[in-house]
């Protein structure tokens, strides 16, 4: 590879078209790097809207977000490579070695700053544990979703959704729209998993039972699935003796949960957060280790695209800033330090605060829904820093606030952001 | 006495809205901001909704194009629509924002591209 590159970006779904437009629209030299044979990731298949709202102030939908953000990345040089699959990301003393495979044979690159974007996985059947015959005719939501949208298929005739997640609501509506019956959705939890609009216009508009408090069990069928036992559950997801129903079907959709895609970092040895399964990032999205960015659901599962591609743009300046300045890596961690979720908080990102730099976006989830929530962010000595109430969260929805870093005192040793009910 | 969910905001207020007790006077209660009793309003006589689907290309290689009204259409329409767009066979290529049928079903609306086909 001959072409001198600054920063490398792995994906070019929606985290990775920001990182490069931002990272080139800073002076970087961009090369991004997609292992489909064209751009968009996920967005290409996302054809209902409700995407953009705080981006560009429309709904659209996915495929129009990602056209959009194609366009503002053809006006810049950066250099795309599609059908190119990373096999190997290593250190090097002034930055990374990345190789790659395509079909026009591999690539070698060395790069001072690598930003991945990688996005997330479905969690399938074997992970959540179902029981039974293993037949055919078990998809998850997104693999449903990808046949009918983009591959002109059906799953199945008569379908069975577990998990009231977003996707799993989208797909009830798609499902039905194109003929499909779709008998119910299954939510393990008390409550929907999923946005009170999908409820209303997934599955409300079409007549389709929400059921709550209840799993599948057991999976019947021995080529192709036949049916499944549903049961009722206790607060503590256990099954309740005697509520269980055998519902005839020959499709079982799964929307159980996504899962950030970090393999390719296993040799590098990034701390990974426990709470996001994603990599610990400070608020330039740089992981712990020098040059490496993180963004999008890579880095933790998003809601909103608009917000993945907020995460893109950071990561894709920071990285441009990295490479340009010849930052010594030693100056870019004094002064940073760890943030702390306490309370009723699900989890919180950024993780680390670097005091040098610039004024962080947190995004947070609360564990549980509450009318009325107190959040504050206070230093090691219990000393406010900052805080304000909220109405109505609930965990599927994911909330964003930003803070100004000379906030925080120089000599701060931790941050702890703290989530509580405020009284009614 | 019909009870609605209102989406316009996470609160998601259930909003009861019954008839009054002159014609066209209706009763809503439950909802925490005017813009909730437009929604339910609105909901309640004449829902809208946007659809969102694909048609057929002659493609074999992308044999799907995403497609969406240009603005919401009545709720009773969506699978009408569906009905008519399952007679649709996209031929050229298309970005983003293309007609692909006017006034789409004469409800005021067109039915565009939502994707981008490079007619392969």
Not at chain 1, 178 to 190: C, Q, R, T
Not at chain 1, 347 to 368: A, S
Not at chain 2, 14 to 24: A, N, Y
Request: aromatic share 6%; glycine share 10%.
């Amino acid at each position: 590879m001959n072409d001198i590159f600054d920063v490398a970006v792995i994906g070019g779904g929606p985290a990775g078209i920001a990182a490069a437009v931002a990272a080139s629209g800073r002076g970087a030299r961009v090369a991004l790097f997609e292992r489909e044979g064209q751009l968009g990731g996920i967005l290409k298949q996302c054809i209902h809207d409700g995407f953009g709202l705080f981006k560009f102030g429309e709904s659209i939908t996915g495929p129009e977000y990602g056209y959009r953000y194609q366009q503002m990345m053809r006006n810049l040089p950066v250099k795309i490579f599609t059908s190119t699959f990373l096999t190997e990301l290593r250190r090097r003393e002034n930055g990374f070695i990345l190789k790659f495979v395509s079909p026009q044979g591999t690539l070698e690159l060395e790069v001072p700053a690598v930003i991945t974007a990688t996005g997330c996985r479905e969690r399938s059947g074997r992970q959540v544990f179902l029981h039974g015959d293993r037949p055919s005719g078990i998809f998850t939501a997104g693999q449903a979703q990808g046949f009918v949208n983009l591959y002109n298929a059906l799953p199945g005739r008569r379908c069975v959704i577990l998990g009231s997640g977003d996707i799993g609501l989208i797909m009830a509506r798609r499902l039905t729209l194109e003929g499909v019956k779709v008998e119910g959705v299954y939510e393990i939890k008390s409550e929907p998993s999923g946005l009170t609009r999908n409820i209303v216009q997934c599955l409300e508009d079409f007549s389709i039972p929400l059921h709550l408090s209840t799993t599948v069990r057991e999976i019947h069928g021995r080529r192709r699935i036949e049916a499944v036992t549903v049961c009722r559950v206790d607060e503590k997801m256990r099954e309740i003796p005697g509520f269980s129903r055998r519902i005839e079907c020959d499709t079982l959709i799964l929307s159980v949960g996504l899962i950030p895609e970090n393999e390719i970092l296993d040799s590098l040895d990034v701390f990974i957060d426990p709470d996001t399964h994603g990599p610990r990032v400070n608020q330039d999205q740089m992981t712990g280790i020098p040059g490496l960015f993180t963004c999008g659901n890579a880095q933790h599962v998003n809601d909103l695209v608009d917000y993945v591609s907020e995460s893109g743009e950071i990561a894709g300046r920071a990285a441009a800033e990295y490479s340009g300045t010849g930052n010594h890596p030693v100056n870019m961690f004094s002064g940073s330090i760890p943030v702390e979720s306490t309370g009723e908080l699900l989890y919180q990102v950024p993780g680390i605060i670097n005091l040098k730099g610039r004024d962080p976006v947190f995004y947070f989830r609360t564990r549980r829904t509450m009318k009325r929530g107190e959040l504050s962010l206070s230093d090691e000595s219990g000393r406010i820093l900052y805080s304000r109430r909220y109405t109505f969260l609930r965990p599927p929805e994911m909330e964003r606030f930003t803070l100004s870093v000379s906030a925080i005192p120089e000599n701060t040793k931790k941050l702890i952001l703290n989530l509580k009910e405020a009284g009614l | 006495m019909k009870r609605i969910t209102c989406i316009l905001c996470p609160r998601g207020c259930s909003v009861e809205c019954s008839p009054g007790l002159e014609g066209d006077d209706y009763r809503i209660r439950g909802n925490s901001c005017p813009k909730g009793a437009d929604y339910v309003l609105e909901e309640m006589l004449k829902p809208m909704r946007m659809l969102t689907t694909t048609v057929s290309t002659i493609s074999t290689i992308h044999p799907r194009l995403p497609v969406r009204t240009s603005g919401k259409i009545p709720r009773e329409m969506i699978f009408p629509a569906m009905k008519a767009i399952r007679k649709i066979m996209v031929e050229k290529p298309a970005v983003p924002g293309d007609v692909v049928v006017e006034d789409f079903l004469e409800l005021g609306i067109d039915l565009i591209s939502s994707g981008v086909w490079n007619g392969c």
